[in-house]
């Protein structure tokens, strides 16, 4: 059982940068693929970013490359996602999830077995 915190959302004009956290339990933190997904009002849940198990790996979904950055200690349990140059598109709860398996890289959310409570991110223009 894992349970996902997130944290370090809010109100941010368009240009300017947030960094989420995402805070796990348990000690079995580095097997898990962890990923970052948002939902927009009245749009479907999409994939934001994953990173793999030891942090060597990443993938990020077309609209944030460049832009967002996720990161991760092992040793504090912890998950980040570092957004610059946010865009009122970038508007939405987001959510951290983790996956467990050796597949590579995760980004259906149906492979995601443990999900945050989310964080809402609100890009002004």
């Known amino acids: 059982q894992v349970q996902l915190v997130e944290s370090g959302g809010g109100l941010v004009q368009a240009g300017g940068s947030l960094r989420l956290s995402c805070a796990a339990s348990?000690?079995?933190?580095?097997?898990?693929?962890m990923g970052w997904f948002r939902q927009a009002p009245g749009k479907e849940r999409e994939f934001v970013a994953a990173?793999?198990?030891?942090?060597?790996?990443?993938d990020y979904a077309d609209s944030v490359k460049g832009r967002f950055t996720i990161s991760r200690d092992n040793a504090k349990n912890t998950v980040y996602l570092q957004m610059n140059s946010l865009k009122p598109e970038d508007t939405a709860v987001y959510y951290c999830?983790?996956?467990?398996?050796?597949?590579?890289?995760?980004?259906?959310?149906?492979?995601?077995?443990?999900w945050g409570q989310g964080t809402q991110v609100t890009v002004s223009s």
């Open positions: 990173i793999s198990w030891s942090g060597d790996s990443t």
């Open positions: 999830a983790a996956s467990y398996g050796s597949r590579w890289p995760v980004t259906n959310g149906y492979e995601y077995k443990y």
């Open positions: 348990g000690r079995t933190f580095r097997t898990y693929v």
